[in-house]
């Protein structure tokens, strides 16, 4: 048997069960009971500051203040 011959019928037989199991280990950790407030938070971030705008951040040491007019 060719090196090739055995690797493509190891790829056919082994690589499928590899694929599925891999398919249904990623689905189990997607869809188990313990991520639901993980997955509402994901969920939600966009409208985490909806009622108001979210803060400026701090003011980097120095940056040019845009606040502040020159003549």
Not at 10 to 31: I, K, N, P
Request: aromatic share 12%; with cysteine.
């Amino acid at each position: 048997m060719e090196f090739y011959t055995f690797l493509r019928q190891l790829a056919d037989s082994w690589g499928l069960l590899a694929m599925t199991a891999l398919f249904l280990g990623v689905c189990l950790y997607a869809f188990r009971p313990g991520s639901r407030k993980s997955h509402d938070e994901a969920a939600n971030s966009i409208f985490r500051n909806e009622k108001r705008p979210a803060r400026d951040a701090a003011p980097v040491a120095g940056a040019p203040n845009s606040n502040r007019t020159e003549a």
